[in-house]
């Protein structure tokens, strides 16, 4: 009886290695708890960079909004600065255009009243030299040139104002 061996030998085709049911060895359990812990540590890892990734998704896309809102706010601004440029330019052109034209009407006028003044002037000169056109020699007196013009028009005007200061004494 000492022969016999109380357990019966294992087949030789199978090892605990081949068995997946069997129990692991516990090198093997500590390898597969560390990759285990590796992968939740990478799927955390992972999630914390998705959710990370989505945040700033979402603040570029905030971001390109604000953006476009504020370029859309400039040029409806500059828009409307340059319509109001171009108004007050043409307002501008118009007020020359009127001011040139009073200016040029105001020149005529004065040029047209220094005409009348030196036609006027020409024919008091003229009537004044035909009053007094004889000097005794013959020659015609330019009165724009006499200075004794104011004074026989004083002397007349003391003439007129004689007979009265004649009249009361």
């Known amino acids: 009886m000492a022969d016999r061996d109380p357990a019966p030998p294992s087949s030789p085709t199978k090892s605990s290695a081949d068995d997946p049911l069997a129990s692991p060895s516990p090198k093997k359990k500590e ?8 992968v939740a540590e990478l799927t955390q890892s992972q999630s914390d960079l998705l959710s990370r990734l989505q945040g700033l998704k979402q603040d570029l896309q905030n971001w390109r909004s604000t953006l476009d809102t504020q370029v859309k706010n400039y040029k409806d601004e500059l828009l409307e600065l340059k319509g109001r440029l171009n108004s007050d330019l043409d307002q501008l052109k118009t007020d020359f255009k009127d001011l040139k034209i009073t200016l040029q009407k105001q020149q005529e006028e004065v040029s047209s009243s220094l005409r009348n003044l030196g036609m006027n002037d020409a024919a008091e000169t003229h009537a004044e030299s035909d009053c007094n056109s004889n000097d005794g020699k013959g020659k015609l007196k330019d009165s724009s040139l006499d200075e004794t013009k104011e004074e026989k ?5 003391v003439d007129k104002s004689s007979p009265k200061e004649s009249d009361a004494l």
Request: negative net charge.
């Open 31 to 38: 390898d597969l708890q560390s990759a285990a812990a590796k």
């Open 153 to 157: 028009l004083s002397d007349v005007a």
